[in-house]
T-cell receptor, first 113, second 115 residues
Framework: GENVEQHPSTLSVQEGDSAVIKCTYSDSASNYFPWYKQELGKRPQLIIDIRSNVGEKKDQRIAVTLNKTAKHFSLHITETQPEDSAVYFCAASIGSTLGRLYFGRGTQLTVWP | DVKVTQSSRYLVKRTGEKVFLECVQDMDHENMFWYRQDPGLGLRLIYFSYDVKMKEKGDIPEGYSVSREKKERFSLILESASTNQTSMYLC??????????????FGPGTRLTVL
């Protein structure tokens, strides 16, 4: 099956700085890459996703890039704010109708004021 | 708004007990999932179901079973709870888009402690 690796496991940045989280995947058939954010004590929620026919997608301060050749994708957060502090999970899907996602192990992002 | 609920937020059980965790979704989703979340290990898939009475093993099914008798309800069963099953359990549901781009909606989680 698919294997998704995520780095770093923890990331600390100063408010206003940028944060980048990187993921690699193993199955070249994967074609959908969502990112979930889990705030402390809350449930994971989708924040952005990208399909394999797109190289980059942006939504306000967050963006995701995909390099299919290298099989890696990244989450970029600009102008970080304390409320960005959370655990972020990347995931990959091979497009099965069963809807299974393969998750990375998560990155604990801490934004210091 | 999609709503996924879980029967308990916190649960304390004894070793050897049979434990039922229930998940209900109100959006007529076909797919439902059970994960366990442990620090540093992320979200690990235990079982999932793509239709009533249908189930598939995830990555860590040992020691667990599931039941899906109705579309909206997906139960996780620990036949004989052990201390290494102490964890946060998250349920999720999604509706197949046919392209595999399905957003999973998570429940609030059940923190299970096995003593």
């Amino acid at each position: 099956g698919e294997n998704v690796e995520q780095h770093p496991s923890t990331l600390s940045v100063q408010e206003g700085d940028s944060a980048v989280i990187k993921c690699t995947y193993s199955d070249s058939a994967s074609n959908y890459f969502p990112w979930y954010k889990q705030e402390l004590g809350k449930r994971p929620q989708l924040i952005i996703d990208i399909r394999s026919n797109v190289g980059e997608k942006k939504d306000q301060r967050i963006a995701v890039t995909l390099n299919k050749t290298a099989k890696h994708f990244s989450l970029h957060i600009t102008e970080t704010q304390p409320e960005d502090s959370a655990v972020y999970f990347c995931a990959a899907s091979i497009g099965s109708t069963l809807g299974r996602l393969y998750f990375g192990r998560g990155t604990q992002l801490t934004v210091w004021p | 708004d999609v709503k996924v609920t879980q029967s308990s937020r916190y649960l304390v059980k004894r070793t050897g007990e049979k434990v039922f965790l229930e998940c209900v979704q109100d959006m007529d989703h076909e797919n439902m999932f059970w994960y366990r979340q442990d620090p540093g290990l992320g979200l690990r898939l235990i079982y999932f179901s793509y239709d009533v009475k249908m189930k598939e093993k995830g990555d860590i099914p040992e020691g667990y079973s599931v039941s899906r008798e109705k579309k909206e309800r997906f139960s996780l069963i620990l036949e004989s709870a052990s201390t290494n099953q102490t964890s946060m359990y998250l349920c999720a549901s999604s509706s197949p888009s046919g392209r595999g781009t399905d957003t999973q909606y998570f429940g609030p989680g059940t923190r299970l402690t096995v003593l």
